[in-house]
């Protein structure tokens, strides 16, 4: 039997820089936008890049993706949610 070979995906190229955020972080961009958590799009528990991080249900993350037309980078968002069985 052969053993599988574990890769992190935070090491690849493609993947952008994943940040979770802390509960006040979280509040504090929800107070600052004036939206709930569900008005921000999704990634689920089971991402391999949610795993990587150990994002929870309920967690926000922080994409930060360099842009190759800007100066800075630009980040996104995404709640944290299980997925349906």
Do not use: C, W
């Not at 972080?25 to 600052?32: F, G, P, Q, V």
């Not at 921000?40 to 391999?48: R, S, T």
């Not at 037309?69 to 968002?77: G, R």
């Amino acid at each position: 039997m052969t053993k599988k070979k574990r890769i992190d995906v935070l090491l690849h190229r493609f993947v952008p820089k994943h940040v979770l955020l802390t509960k006040e972080e979280s509040l504090n961009l929800l107070e600052k936008f004036r939206i709930n958590l569900n008005d921000l799009p999704q990634i689920f528990e089971k991402d391999p890049v949610a795993i990587a991080i150990g994002a929870k249900e309920g967690d926000i993350i922080k994409i930060i993706r360099d842009s190759d037309t800007t100066v800075k980078s630009v980040d996104y968002y995404r709640f944290v949610k299980k997925e349906k069985a």
